[in-house]
Every structure is written in C-alpha cells, then in structure tokens.
C-alpha cells in the first residue's frame, strides 16, 4: 500500500495503526471520491474554502464519550458562522 511506504512526516506517527491490517475506514462520497482515510489523511476534495455551503463533520477516536464531546464543540464552534446557529 502506498501509504505504508510513504515518506511524508507528519503521517509517519498513524501508519502504525493500520499496519498489517486487511481492512481500514474509507470514507467516500457517492461518486467514490475518497474523503477522508480517518485517522490518516484528509481528502483534498473535502477541503473548506470561503464559499464552501455544505460541510461534513467526522471525529475519529478509541472512546465514544470522547468522540461525541469533540463532535459536539465543533459542531457548536461552527454554528456561529451560521444563519441560524444550532
């Protein structure tokens, strides 16, 4: 895998976790374009940029109450950019 050989430095430090593994999280939109590889890359086409409408937000961790405390901020953080904050 392309991945496992690659030399970027700052993916070095999550390679290990799917090292070796048959399978791992691919998180695709309907087309098939790859958007993220949690928790090893972010896709380039999911990007933000000043006119982006519509987001997708995902956390990936080991503790659900963890996940959903980092979801929930973010989600709050980003809800003052809104017409209606939630």
Known sequence: MFLLKCNESH???YLPIIAGK???PVIR???GIVLSMPPIINGEHSKIH???RNIFIEATATDLQKAV???DTVVT???QYCEKPF
Do not use: C
């Open 11 to 13: 993916l070095k430090p």
């Open 50 to 52: 000043l006119g982006t």
């Open 22 to 24: 048959e399978r791992y």
């Open 77 to 79: 953080l980003f809800s």
């Open 69 to 71: 405390i980092v979801l």
């Open 29 to 31: 939109d309907s087309n």
